[in-house]
């Protein structure tokens, strides 16, 4: 294995990087990978010199596959890239749980084979997880490792405070346990002690040593001469002295004494009456502590307290951490969990919403005209992250006199069986209940704004029974529910031409699936042909009204289901010259067309931005752009365009700029050239160019998968060791080499460059651009 970083400028944070992995090497090395460093001014290695990534990024080979990438930031020293190495290496040995119910599964996996270590760690990459992968390294065919940074299972344990405890280990006797006892947890005992290397490998030691010293008649040599591995671990040794007429309680006491002591004290049975054994008569225990030449003390005592205060471990408190320090460190990978964590201290006003049980839960459901429910659990940073939004919703409900809507969450953490009951299948949930109906799932942004219009749309009747021409036209222009045209300025009216018509019911089932979306009306009259002539359309029919200002589109209707009249509404509530947000951006991929991106900044306001736009749609009118999906970003009002924009192209062009797309079709970007108009003749010979492969493509969209940012976030592989084939939806693709599959795709690229530059020696004007397409991420 190899583990190598590509590189060109040294800036002093590279620096430090550096002398942090060439620190690294001599680790590494003892678990056979090598670690490198490519210089790419001097080699230039097209897949891992070229494009953002460049110094950003660190590799780990097998052979000539990418096992992982990781970012220079989590691999911020020595500790950091032995312990995300090791943790990647044996992504197959070490086990990543986070609730009860997975801990309990490897358990039962294991009762009867072998014995777990249960390591704990808040954050990945810092000492205490080093020391638990280089322990794993060495001791995983052994022991079942498994690896939690925290949540319910912590409290399993039996830690009070779990904030407080940065890092923990437990060791699980499972493999003396029965598969009979399937429902019993395997007995545990806990290190107390750093976790450190020399403390897991000393404590694992302790753990497959006897539990109490006992040969066929016990110890029966002086205390002093006893001589077994806790006297080599630097462990104490507890001796208990038996008697003929006392030996089988003093068995029982020596055993129990043993598990509440274990990993801590060594104990040791002595039959008093063996002639070697000369002990006076008054003592019935002794002690003798770690170090040469240590003194055997003997003692008195009366009850198992007494021994467990004696041996009592007087740890130092850790010391406290510095969260000022931490917030200069990026050690967490999931942007959603690092801003969870570092708001950790801030608390929630819960009160704001109603915390559900199992017992209340129906009842309050019932009792509602409305009831908006978050299903969570506490350990889901997405979770964590949304009820703050979810909090400000209720409160601008309430603000808002809104009062028939009561807002919920339940922790699916705490009251499992509700949650499996109402089919909970990921979290955060939200459904909206209705007495005496099933539920309906929120399936919009995790946003306040985005919930909000959903619980106020959601109120509505839909769809809105129209009696008259003029009920009609109010609908259409948003003067009959004005309160809501903001939230919901597109409408949708159906028209039938009597209400006997058998696909009422069906658009009736349609209008229900559709509340929180949008606001339905419909018109069920003769006088539904008026509407039908005006629009050169057949009834049964729909109306899509974009507000008084906006265009009103007509889409007859042949559906027989409801589920297929939602789908089709739904792409008739589509812009067809939309301009592209955070939020619509995934309605309008799943049309699966060439994306025909226009990008305004700033500086294109009033009439300048009015009259490109207009270009662009005049274009849209001619009917000779099908295959495109003619779209805007505003650079302004959706900031992450602009870095789409440098993704795109490699560089900032100057604004306003056309690109065409082909996420679908070879993933190619074409950039119209700079200076040209942007009129309709100039952009449909553009395009009929880039169809004839004429024109160079600026840049290309490499088809590769997003893998999961740690190990443990790879669900599908943890499902498949679960239970085999589960996940067997992968196709072999994703195993491909990385490097094999750029390399083709650099090639055909190349083929593909040199056909056009065949047709266009000159290239096209355009500002930077650059020699080659510039290679990324699919965005």
Not at 166 to 192: E, I, N, Y
Not at 330 to 341: F, I, T
Request: hydrophobic fraction near 40%.
């Amino acid at each position: 294995m190899y583990f190598i970083y590509f590189g060109k400028q040294v800036n002093p944070t590279i620096g430090l990087f550096i002398e942090q992995l060439e620190k690294s090497a001599d680790a590494l090395e003892d678990y056979g990978i090598s670690v490198a460093m490519v210089n790419c001014t001097n080699e230039h290695i097209e897949k891992y010199c070229t494009g953002e990534k460049l110094m950003k990024k660190v590799y780990l080979f097998r052979g000539g596959n990418v096992l992982k990438s990781f970012d220079t930031d989590t691999v911020f020293d020595v500790n950091a890239i032995v312990s995300h190495v090791l943790f990647t290496v044996l992504f197959d040995e070490v086990r990543y749980v986070h609730t009860i119910a997975e801990l309990q599964s490897v358990e039962r996996a294991a009762k009867g084979k072998a014995d777990i270590v249960l390591g704990h760690v808040q954050v990945l990459g810092l000492p205490e997880h080093r020391a638990l992968m280089e322990t794993a390294f060495v001791y995983g065919v052994k022991y079942q490792f498994v690896l939690t940074t925290g949540g319910p299972v912590l409290t399993n344990m039996g830690v009070e405070d779990i904030s407080s405890l940065t890092a923990g280990l437990w060791f699980l006797h499972c493999k003396g346990a029965s598969q009979s006892q399937h429902s019993d947890p395997c007995p545990h005992t806990a290190l107390r002690r750093a976790l450190t290397t020399l403390h897991i490998y000393t404590f694992l030691q302790l753990m497959e040593a006897p539990l109490v010293v006992r040969s066929q008649s016990e110890a029966s040599v002086e205390p002093s001469e006893v001589n077994m591995v806790h006297s080599h671990l630097q462990v104490p040794l507890l001796f208990l002295f038996s008697q003929p007429h006392t030996v089988a309680l003093d068995r029982v006491t020596a055993q129990t004494l043993a598990w509440r002591l274990r990993g801590q004290v060594g104990l040791v049975l002595i039959h008093r009456e063996s002639p070697d054994v000369k002990i006076p008569l008054e003592y019935n225990a002794a002690y003798r502590l770690p170090g040469e030449g240590s003194e055997v003390k003997y003692l008195i005592l009366n009850n198992l307290e007494e021994v467990i205060d004696l041996f009592r471990d007087e740890s130092t408190p850790e010391e406290e951490e510095d969260d000022d320090n931490w917030a200069t460190l990026d050690v967490l990978d999931d942007e959603v969990a690092e801003s969870v964590y570092r708001d950790r201290g801030q608390s929630l006003d819960m009160d704001a919403v109603t915390e559900l049980t199992a017992d209340i839960f129906h009842s309050a459901v019932a009792e509602s005209d409305y009831t908006v429910v978050l299903f969570y659990v506490k350990w889901d940073a997405v979770s964590m992250a949304f009820m703050q939004s979810y909090i400000e919703v209720s409160e601008s409900l309430e603000d808002a006199d809104v009062s028939d809507v009561e807002l919920a969450v339940l922790d699916c953490g705490e009251w499992t069986d509700v949650c499996s009951a109402q089919k909970i299948s990921f979290f955060p949930t939200v459904r909206l209940y209705r007495p005496q109906e099933p539920s309906q799932p929120y399936q919009g942004m995790l946003g306040t704004e985005s919930l909000n219009r959903f619980i106020m749309l959601s109120r509505l009747v839909s769809p809105v029974l129209l009696s008259s021409p003029d009920e009609v036209t109010s609908f259409l222009k948003g003067d009959l529910y004005q309160r809501h045209a903001a939230i919901a300025p597109v409408t949708v009216l159906g028209l039938f031409s009597s209400t006997a018509d058998a696909g009422v019911s069906v658009f009736k089932e349609a209008a229900k699936a559709l509340r929180g979306e949008t606001m339905v009306g419909l018109f069920a009259d003769r006088q539904a042909e008026i509407w039908a002539v005006e629009y050169s359309v057949t009834l049964p029919a729909i109306l899509v009204s974009r507000g008084p200002t906006g265009q009103t589109e007509a889409h007859s209707l042949n559906l027989s289901m409801p589920d297929q009249l939602v789908t089709h509404i739904q792409r008739a509530l589509l812009d067809t010259f939309p301009e592209l947000t955070v939020e619509n951006l995934p309605l309008y991929l799943e049309l699966k067309k060439q994306l025909l991106v226009l990008f305004v900044g700033e500086e294109e306001r009033g009439r300048k931005e009015n009259r490109v736009l207009e270009d662009m749609r005049s274009l849209l009118n001619t009917g000779l752009i099908n295959p495109y999906l003619p779209c805007w970003i505003h650079l302004g009002r959706t900031p992450a365009g602009k870095a789409v924009l440098e993704a795109y192209l490699g560089f900032l062009p100057l604004l306003p700029a056309l690109v065409v797309s082909q996420l679908a079709t070879g993933g190619e970007v074409f950039h119209y050239p700079t200076g040209r108009p942007l009129m309709v003749q100039p952009i449909l010979q553009w395009l009929q160019r880039v169809e004839d492969g004429e024109e160079p493509p600026t840049g290309v969209i490499v088809d590769e998968k997003w893998m999961p940012s740690m190990p443990f976030y790879d669900f599908l592989s943890v499902m498949d060791q679960e239970v085999p084939g589960y996940a067997s939806q992968r196709s072999a693709k994703t195993k491909t080499s990385r490097i094999e599959r750029a390399e083709g795709e650099k090639s055909s690229s190349g083929e593909r460059q040199a056909r056009a530059g065949a047709h266009n020696p000159q290239g096209s004007p355009t500002t930077k651009p650059p020699q080659t397409p510039h290679h990324h991420s699919e965005l």
